[in-house]
C-alpha cells in the first residue's frame, strides 16, 4: 500500500468524520469537473473553428450531459448491490480518453463521441464519490456532501480561466496537455479505492442500519411525493443554470459587445459564486434542516433572476453573484434529503439525482440553443427568469429530520437522578 493510502487508512478510526478522504475526493471532483467544463467553456472556439449553429452547440451539451444522466443510476444501483472501490480510477480512465480525443477531433462527429466519453466518465465517478464522502462524513452529512461537491465547483470554474489563457491562445490541440490532470487523478482515486476497500464499507452499514432503526419508516407515496419535488426542483435549477453555464458567454458578447476572453472572466465570477454557495448549502441544513435550505435556495434566487435581463454589464456580473451563491446552496441539501428518504441505497440516489441533474442541463442545452436560434439570446433569459419560482413546491416535502443528537439519548440516559 502506498504512503498516500497508509494516511487515509490511518485517518479511517470508525465515528470520526475521514477528512483526508473527503479532501481528497474533493481534490479528484475538482480535476474531473474542471476537465469537463473545458467543454463548455471553449464553445465560442468551437462554433468559430466548426461553423456550428446555437442548436449543434446544445446538442453537443445535450450528449454529454444525456450520457452521464442515463448511466449515472444505473452505476449507482449496480454499485449498492455489489461494491466497485476502484471504479473511481476507471471512470476517470474514459474522461481521460475523451480529453484526448476533444484536442484532436478532426469534424462534429468526433466532437460528439468525445462528449460522450467525458459524459461516461462523469457516470461513474459522481454516485460513486457521492457514496465515500458519505462513508467518511463521520454523521455529518451535509458537510461532507459540501466539501465533496464544492470540488466539482471550483473545478467548473477554472474551466473558462483554462480556456481564456491557455486553450484559447495555443488553439484546440491545448486541451489534450489537461489529460495529465486526468493521470493525476486515476493515482489518486486508487488510493482512495483502497481505503474504500478496506475500511470505508465497514463504516456505512453500521451508520444505514442505525439511521434506519431512528428514523420512523415513512410510507411508499409519501417517498415518491418527495422524490417527485425534489426532481421538480432539480429541474428548475438546472434548467436555468444551462442557460447560464452554456449561453452565458455568448449573452455576454452579443448584448454588450465584450471579448471572449472577457467573457469567461465573467463566467469564472459565476461559477465561483456557485462554489461558495455550495460549501455553505451542507453545513446550514445540518444546523437548520435541509427542507428550509432547500426552499430557501431555489425560491430565493427568484427576484435577481427577474432582474437580471434587463440590467447593465456592471449589474449583470453583480447579480450573477447572488445568483450562484443562493441556487448553489440547495444541491447538497436535497442529495443528504433524498439519502435520508431512503436509507441504504445511497449508490441509486445518488446516481439519479447527478443523472437527473446532468440530464436536465443537458436537455436544457439542447432547448434553449434552439430557441435562441429562432428567438434571441436575450429572450431566453427572460423566459428562463421564472423558472426559480417552482421553489414554492418545496413547501410540500415531509419533515423527516432527525433532532440534534443530544435530543436521541436513550430515556434512560434523559431520565433525572431521582427517577432511576
Known amino acids: 500500500m502506498s504512503e498516500t493510502a497508509a494516511r487515509l487508512a490511518r485517518a479511517g478510526s470508525a465515528g470520526k468524520t475521514v477528512f483526508a478522504v473527503l479532501g481528497a475526493i474533493s481534490f479528484c471532483h475538482l480535476l474531473n ?50 461494491a466497485r472501490p476502484y ?9 481521460l480518453v475523451g480529453l484526448l480525443l476533444l484536442g484532436f477531433a ?25 457514496r465515500v464522502a458519505r462513508m467518511a462524513s463521520g454523521g455529518q452529512h451535509g458537510l461532507a456532501q459540501s466539501v465533496f461537491q464544492v470540488g466539482g465547483n471550483l473545478g467548473s470554474s477554472l474551466g473558462p480561466l483554462l480556456a481564456a489563457f491557455v486553450v484559447l491562445p495555443h488553439g484546440q490541440t491545448s486541451v489534450a496537455w489537461f489529460s495529465c490532470a486526468a493521470l493525476v487523478g486515476i493515482f489518486v482515486l486508487t488510493q482512495v479505492g483502497h481505503w474504500y476497500k478496506h475500511h470505508g464499507m465497514a463504516r456505512l452499514a453500521p451508520r444505514t442500519a442505525r439511521g434506519t432503526a431512528e428514523r420512523q419508516e415513512q410510507p411508499t407515496t409519501r417517498v415518491a411525493g ?42 469564472f465570477v459565476f461559477l465561483g459564486a456557485v462554489a461558495l454557495g455550495t460549501i455553505i448549502g451542507g453545513p446550514l ?60 441505497k445511497t449508490g441509486t440516489i445518488s446516481g439519479l439525482f447527478f443523472g437527473f441533474a446532468f440530464g436536465m442541463g443537458g436537455i436544457g442545452a439542447a432547448v434553449l440553443g434552439q430557441l435562441a436560434d429562432r428567438t434571441s439570446i ?29 435530543d436521541r439519548a436513550p430515556i434512560a440516559e434523559r431520565r433525572p437522578h431521582a427517577e432511576r
Open 33 to 82: 469537473d474542471m476537465m469537463q467544463s473545458l467543454l463548455p467553456a471553449i464553445y465560442p472556439m468551437l462554433k468559430s473553428s466548426y461553423a456550428l449553429s446555437f442548436g449543434e452547440i446544445g446538442v453537443l451539451t445535450f450528449t454529454y450531459q444525456i450520457t452521464a444522466s442515463l448511466l449515472q443510476p444505473i452505476v449507482g444501483s449496480y454499485t449498492d448491490r455489489k
Open 87 to 95: 471504479s473511481l480510477a476507471v471512470g476517470m480512465g474514459f474522461t
Open 106 to 130: 478532426a469534424n462534429y462527429g468526433l466532437l460528439l463521441l468525445a462528449a460522450a466519453l467525458v459524459g461516461t466518465g462523469s457516470s461513474v465517478f459522481h454516485p460513486e464519490s457521492s
Open 226 to 267: 418527495a422524490i417527485s419535488v425534489l426532481l421538480v426542483l432539480i429541474f428548475s435549477k438546472y434548467f436555468y443554470l444551462a442557460s447560464l453555464t452554456s449561453y452565458y458567454t455568448f449573452y455576454l458578447i452579443n448584448h454588450f459587445g465584450v471579448s471572449v476572453e472577457a467573457s469567461q472572466i465573467y463566467l
Open 285 to 344: 441544513g445540518d444546523r437548520f434542516g435541509r427542507k428550509y435550505i432547500i426552499w430557501l435556495s431555489i425560491l430565493g434566487v427568484l427576484p435577481f433572476t427577474l432582474v437580471l435581463p434587463h440590467v447593465s454589464l456592471l449589474w449583470t456580473a453583480v447579480l450573477t453573484v447572488p445568483i450562484g451563491l443562493i441556487l448553489a446552496s440547495a444541491f447538497p441539501a436535497i442529495i443528504v434529503y433524498a439519502q435520508e428518504l431512503l436509507p441504504g
Open 378 to 406: 436575450e429572450f431566453v433569459y427572460e423566459i428562463c427568469a421564472f423558472l426559480p419560482a417552482l421553489g414554492l413546491l418545496a413547501g410540500l416535502l415531509p419533515n423527516i429530520e432527525l433532532p440534534p443528537a443530544a
